[in-house]
């Protein structure tokens, strides 16, 4: 959105932040976080830290901006520079194809130390069994701590990926999977997430420009806060909108760590200078000053 553009869609109060007159305090708590803050998600309480380590910007086709930019041990001194700061939650997804990646960061760290999320676009029972068992294959693990189906648009994901969904239920009682779930692109798909038995943690879009999202803010928090309700996890996604918020960075780290609705978010740096920074901005962000 262009500055002029962005001016004239928002409060003088939001204009002004925008501008810089004060400090970012629209959505600023009393609480200090911090990117490597203990967070245990969902009803299985797995714990991840409040930020994880995104390799996925941009990603598609089996590869993302991580990926092409970096190389193999490029994100995976990402993944350990991240891991030096306290960021133990690593996330990634079979159409980034970063999970040689996650195994070669495993190598200079201990598995039992990082919390793995991956994402499968697998729909029937068979494509799920094949994913599963590759998937720890590439990643050179026995176990799967977060395991989402990718991208939900419709609301009848449920049962269009009810054989998929079986399979993952079956890993987790048996421990392959710690906890299931998924990431959603639509505010149909989203508002089912409350009502799935099935789902345990939700991962969606969450930023306060909606830039990116699956509603307007205040709409997908209602929702956000009715999926916490039922009990379940929620990781934000998009919370600097693919890059395109990076000028208001601090706005948009306020107003996620604020939400009483997402437990942890997700963020894509590129190289270890945004990493470090990512870091330092969160308890800036997150108390008044």
Known sequence: MFRREFLTRTTPLAAAAALGRFPYHLFAGTTKKSASDRVKLG???????????????????????????????????????????????????????????????????????????????????????????????????????????????????????????????????????KTQGASFHSLDALKVAAESPWLQVCLARINPAGVSMDADPQTVVGVLRQIKAAGKGVIGMKILGVGRLRNRADECLQYVLSLDCVDCFTIGSENRQEMADLVKRIPAASVRG
């Not at 994880?52 to 995976?76: C, D, E, H, I």
């Not at 960021?87 to 919390?115: M, N």
């Open 43 to 177: 009803p299985a309480q797995v714990e991840v830290s409040r930020l994880a380590m995104g390799t996925g910007t941009n990603g598609y086709g089996g590869s993302s901006n991580q990926t092409r930019k970096l190389g193999l041990s490029g994100v995976a001194d990402l993944l350990q520079a991240a891991y030096d700061q306290g960021i133990t939650f690593w996330d990634a997804a079979d159409q980034y194809g970063t999970h040689p990646h996650l195994r070669e960061g495993l190598k200079r760290v201990s598995r039992e130390k990082v919390t793995i999320l991956t994402k499968t676009r697998a729909s029937t029972e068979k494509e799920m069994r094949a994913d599963l068992d590759r998937f720890r294959r590439e990643l050179n693990t026995d176990y799967i701590d977060i395991l989402l189906l990718h991208c939900m648009m419709d609301a009848n994901w449920t049962e269009r990926k009810k054989g998929a969904m079986a399979v993952i239920e079956e890993a987790r009682q048996k421990g392959i999977v």
